[in-house]
């Protein structure tokens, strides 16, 4: 009988040892698990930390593109001085359209309204307003005309070929009347 009851303690010990080895088994694995969790939640903080950065860098980057731009148009001529004029809506676009018949004249040639863009830094509704408002102001060396796809082109012409085109067609006086209409009614 004593060995009886010495077997069932040994078993009764066996089978508790085995319970404690079993828990410490699961304690083990919980920790690790919530180990795992504060892992990826730091992680998850970690990216979106580095996706607020990547748009802060995002939008340094457009903000230098279009201060390059502006230098790059700038560059070579001397400041604008323009006389001064009571205010009004119309002076911030004269002194661009001035800016723009000056860079003209220092570098003739054909420009298209995304070429203007890009050397004015100015949006696209704005560079076709001074464009127009440029044709307006010089229209003896300034040419506005439409290409394919409506597409706007402002040509700088010297005063040697402005003497020569001055004898303009009546049909390119209405091309050219047509085409201001429908510049007027983009911007």
């Known amino acids: 009988m004593f060995e009886e009851l010495l077997e069932l303690y040994k078993t009764k010990a066996a089978e508790s040892e085995r319970k404690m080895k079993e ?6 694995m919980i920790l690790a698990v919530e180990k795992m969790s504060d892992m990826v939640t730091s992680k998850q903080r970690d990216v979106e930390l580095l996706g607020r950065l990547i748009d802060q860098v995002d939008r340094l980057s457009k903000d230098v593109a279009d201060l390059k731009s502006q230098l790059k148009a700038r560059q070579g001529r001397p400041p604008v001085q323009v006389a001064v004029k009571p205010a009004g809506e119309g ?10 018949i000056e860079l003209m004249a220092e570098r003739p040639g054909k420009y298209t309204t995304s070429e203007l863009v890009d050397m004015l830094g100015l949006n696209k509704t704005t560079v076709i307003s001074v464009m127009k408002r440029a044709a307006d102001m010089d229209p003896r060396h300034i040419r506005l005309t439409q290409g394919k796809r409506k597409k706007l082109n402002l040509a700088y012409v010297p005063e040697e070929e402005g003497a020569s085109e ?6 390119d006086t209405k091309d050219q009347d047509r085409m ?8």
């Open 23 to 28: 828990e410490q088994a699961m304690i083990g």
């Open 91 to 100: 002076r911030a676009l004269d002194n661009h359209a001035a800016s723009l």
């Open 166 to 171: 001055m004898a303009v067609s009546d049909s």
């Open 180 to 187: 201001r209409l429908e510049l007027m009614a983009m911007t």
